[in-house]
């Protein structure tokens, strides 16, 4: 069994920043790919980003490419959403998940872990 806990969501204003982290534990995940999906209020969870722990090889959603940044460090387990020029249709529940196949692809049902959602609210 995989853990996850994701942390670091808030209130931010339009244009801002905003770093999410999920903290992996209970297992060696050093073959795993992590993810990060949102759901915001009415609307499916949707995949944002994913990163393979074993080359760092990142993919993103075209809506999010040049503002959310994905990384892992190793050594905590940790794995970090970095966003950037954030917008308020980004208001949504954010999610860590953890795909043990290592493939990182944009389909939810490939992860087999998930964290409890970190909330994250953009002002306008």
């Known amino acids: 069994q995989v853990q996850l806990v994701e942390s670091g969501g808030g209130l931010v204003q339009a244009g801002g920043s905003l770093r999410v982290s999920c903290a992996a534990s209970?297992?060696?995940?050093?073959?795993?790919?992590m993810g990060w999906f949102r759901q915001a209020p009415g609307k499916e969870r949707e995949f944002v980003a994913a990163?393979?722990?074993?080359?760092?090889?990142?993919l993103y959603a075209d809506f999010v490419k040049g503002r959310f940044t994905i990384s892992r460090d190793n050594a905590k387990n940790t794995v970090y959403l970095q966003m950037s020029s954030l917008k308020p249709e980004d208001t949504a529940v954010y999610y860590c998940?953890?795909?043990?196949?290592?493939?990182?692809?944009?389909?939810?049902?490939?992860?087999?872990?998930w964290g409890q959602g970190t909330q994250v609210t953009v002002s306008s």
């Open positions: 990163i393979r722990w074993s080359d760092g090889r990142a």
């Open positions: 998940a953890a795909d043990p196949r290592g493939w990182g692809r944009p389909k939810q049902h490939e992860y087999d872990y």
């Open positions: 209970g297992r060696t995940i050093s073959s795993y790919a």
